[in-house]
């Protein structure tokens, strides 16, 4: 019964801020890792994030590195993707997704519905 559920997407002005939410049900975040995905229509899905070896801290793509950051509440068990300084290029569905610790970003088990974010003027 494990399970994600991403919120918060929405259409932002260029510039602007979202914050998505993945709520997490049926695991802790102490067994499992929690990235972001996006895909935007006819390109391939990408890794937003991935979190690094070490389980400390987390790299970014090139494309949203400086802009885009991860939090955790644990007693929550949501992973937070804080988005700011929202460019056009950033429109797409976003999913959360989640992989015992470990384990590579690469190949997550478990996947969110995903929630669009459209950057529009």
């Known amino acids: 019964q494990l399970q994600l559920v991403e919120s918060g997407g929405g259409l932002v002005q260029p510039g602007g801020s979202l914050r998505l939410s993945c709520a997490a049900s049926?695991?802790?975040?102490?067994?499992?890792?929690i990235d972001w995905f996006r895909q935007a229509p006819g390109k391939e899905r990408e890794g937003v994030s991935c979190?690094?070896?070490?389980?400390?801290?987390?790299s970014y793509a090139d494309s949203v590195k400086g802009r885009f950051t991860i939090f955790r509440d644990n007693a929550k068990n949501t992973v937070y993707l804080q988005m700011n300084s929202l460019k056009p290029e950033d429109t797409a569905v976003y999913y959360c997704?989640?992989?015992?610790?470990?384990?590579?970003?690469?190949?997550?088990?478990?996947w969110g519905q995903g929630t669009q974010v459209t950057v529009s003027s």
């Open positions: 979190m690094r070896s070490s389980g400390i801290s987390t």
């Open positions: 997704a989640a992989y015992a610790y470990g384990s590579s970003c690469k190949n997550p088990p478990y």
């Open positions: 049926g695991f802790t975040l102490d067994y499992y890792v």
